[in-house]
Structure formats: C-alpha cells, structure tokens
C-alpha cells in the first residue's frame, strides 16, 4: 500500500506544497495530529493520532490505499517521519517535505537561516540557555517544559538579559504573532506553548583554543587552592565533558576547574560545590570574566550539599574534607553510570580514593601521577621548580 509522509508545515493548508496538496486529495484517509486534519475534517477519513506504533496500527487496518501521514513542519526538520521510516519499510513510502518553522520563521524576520544554529526544546529536557551562550544566532523549538519566556527569564538570571529575542506563536495563521526584544523586556510575556524564539547574542562564549588549558593568569586566585593549568588539562581530559553534560566540580576553589569544564559543555551545567566564601565569590568572578555563565556556585559542604543537585554525568572531586567515598556514592546514587575523577596530593587521599573506587564498583579505574617542573628565570640562568606531584584517580561507575 503507498503511504504518503508529507509535511504540511506550520499547519495553514495555504503553506502547503503543489505536491503536498495534490497527495492529500489523491488519499483514501488521513492520519497525524488533530491539529494538522482540521482544514480537511469532513472531507476524508481521518484518525487523529501521534505516537507512529499507533499509527502503524491504524495503517494496518487499511486494506486499500493511498494513506497519508501529516506531519508538522518539514519531514527532515524534528519530524516525527525519523521514528515512522523504520516502522514502515513493508509500504510503498513517498515522503513530501514541507516548510520548516526556521525558514518560515526567518522569512518572517527577513533574514537568513545558513548560519542559524537550532535546537528543539519541545517535550525534552534541554539546556537551550546553553546553546544561546554559545553561538551567536540560535532558534529554538519551544514547548512544555521549556517555554519561550522561561528561557527569556534564564538567560536574564545568567547575565544574558541583552540578548537580542524574537518570538513566534501560531505561524502562518490569522493569529500569528511575532514580538521582538531583549530577553529582559520579553521575560514577563506570555506565549503560547508552541512557540519558535531566535536568540541573536553578540558576543557569544567560545574557546579560544581547542583544548583546554587556560592559562593560571586567566584566574583570580586570593588565598585558595587551586588546580594548576597542566593538571587542569588533564582532569578535563580524564572527565570526557560531552557537550550536554550536566557536572558538579566538589571542592571546587577558584572555580578553575568549573570553568573550564563549563566552557567544553556549553550547553550543559556545572555546579561547583565550595564551602569557603572567599571560594565562591571567587568562582563567580572567575566564571563571569571567562564568560562561563554555565557555572552554578553551590554553597555548603559535600555530601549534603549535593542532595538537592540534579544527577550529574561528570563528576570532579578536588577537595572532599575526608567524605570521599560518600560523595562518590551519593553520585552513584543519581547517575550509576556517571564518570568521576578525583585528585589527591597525599598519600592518605589516594589511599581513600583508591578503595573507594574499589568498594563502589567502579570500572576502567586508571591511576596517573602528574609530575610538572617550571622554570623561573634567575639572571641569566632558567632554574627548574618542582610543583607538587599529584594523582588523578579516574574511572566510570557501573550501571545498574
């Protein structure tokens, strides 16, 4: 049987394709949102569904063809046609693209969309503030969880208020409203929940090298510890931050670490837990001069600090007051198959690590010492200093 998957774009049958129009007339029924069937609710068929098991069900109880799918937006643009191909591979499938909410959306603004960065925020959990830091033009899907004036309201409380924001609710139809701002001046509006934003940020957080190791000169310091630029590189390295990777950074100091984690997962989190108050006002100033607004500093001392923070995906423990092993387990406790690194500068620490990671059941449990020697100039000569060797103790839970 030939089934059609065809994008009927924002929902407005005058939006719709030559081809997209001519396969809906050429169907026997219809099936897709209950939004999507309405222009054509008395004509054909119809079976309001979503979900594509469902959907499959329904098409397995035709007997004669053409069916068609109605998908929103574009097949190939977050499109439920991704979860609906694999389903369908005993039918004769002819997918129809449509217009995506992005093109329409920046025809709208009369601008371009090449050089738009976007992500979908509908019905998931996403660090869309992330992205937004990170590039200079995002657009954004919102929806349920994510609104388009939530995002306003976080990006103001991360420093991000001037951010340059469009919104657009109902596109294409009668109704469609699109208002223009900063992310201060939009943050008390409200839109409807299926909303599009574009985000336009001037200066956006990046890089300036591909790997980490910022220079200790780049932070502030006072009278905490911090973790040196060459041990720095390599606790990033052990950690393997992936892009939307949610942190925490316990015993966090100056925050350097924090930073440098936040500026390799953009559009994730980094909580540095530090219980010194001198440590978390220097982990703010340090955050914002390098533009990691992605740094949450957490007041309070490990383990009972982290009972309130989100599962992490990473884990960096630079200082633990001698609870080691409870805030290894704690973290298990909310992400079994977290990665974690601890360093340690006394025997006694690795010691403690070592059966921890032993006890909770870690796996690919690797031991390194680092052992960095710099040089000062002293007349004409270059003397060599010692720093102080330390162990970084790496390795990934396992999974219940």
Not at 72 to 89: I, N, V
Not at 160 to 183: F, K, N
Request: glycine share 10%; with cysteine.
């Amino acid at each position: 049987m030939k089934v059609y998957l065809i994008g009927v774009g924002m929902g407005n049958p005058d939006t719709l394709t030559g081809e997209a129009r001519r396969a809906i007339e050429e169907s026997r029924v219809l099936l897709g949102a209950p939004r999507l069937l309405e222009p054509w609710s008395g004509e054909k068929p119809a079976h309001p569904l979503i979900r594509p098991r469902e959907i499959l069900a329904a098409l397995e109880g035709e007997s004669d063809g053409p069916a068609a799918v109605l998908l929103s937006g574009d097949t190939g643009f977050y499109s439920g046609a991704k979860a609906l191909w694999p389903l369908l591979e005993g039918y004769e499938v002819h997918t129809i693209p449509g217009i995506s909410s992005l093109a329409y959306f920046c025809a709208r603004l009369n601008t371009t969309w090449q050089d738009v960065h976007w992500v979908s925020a509908h019905g998931r959990t996403h660090n869309a503030v992330g992205e937004i830091q990170s590039h200079r033009r995002t657009f954004v899907l919102t929806g349920g969880e994510t609104r388009a004036q939530d995002l306003c309201a976080q990006l103001c409380s991360r420093g991000l208020g001037d951010v340059r924001i469009w919104v657009g609710e109902r596109l294409s139809y009668p109704e469609e409203r699109i208002c223009a701002g900063t992310a201060q001046s939009l943050a008390g509006e409200e839109f409807a929940d299926l909303a599009v934003l574009l985000a336009e940020h001037p200066h956006p957080v990046e890089r300036s090298a591909t790997a980490p190791g910022l220079p200790d000169s780049a932070f502030q310091r006072g009278k905490v510890p911090m973790t040196k630029e060459e041990v720095r590189a390599l606790v990033v390295s052990k950690l393997r931050p992936e892009r939307e990777s949610v942190i925490w950074d316990v015993g966090a100091g100056t925050g350097s670490v924090s930073v440098e984690c936040a500026l390799a997962a953009p559009a994730g989190v980094v909580y540095a837990v530090e219980r010194r108050s001198e440590g978390l006002e220097l982990i703010a100033q340090n955050a914002a001069a390098l533009g990691a607004s992605n740094v949450i500093p957490v007041s309070g001392t490990a383990p009972e600090a982290l009972a309130e923070l989100p599962p992490p995906d990473r884990v960096f423990v630079g200082g633990s007051g001698g609870a080691l092993r409870a805030i290894l387990a704690a973290a298990l406790d909310k992400r079994p198959g977290l990665r974690a690194v601890v360093s340690a500068v006394t025997l006694e620490t690795l010691q403690e690590a070592v059966s921890a990671f032993e006890e909770l059941h870690f796996q690919d449990v690797d031991l390194v010492q680092v052992a960095v020697t710099r040089t000062r100039k002293a007349g004409s000569y270059h003397m060599m200093e010692a720093q102080n060797p330390v162990w970084l103790i790496s390795g990934t839970g396992g999974a219940e």
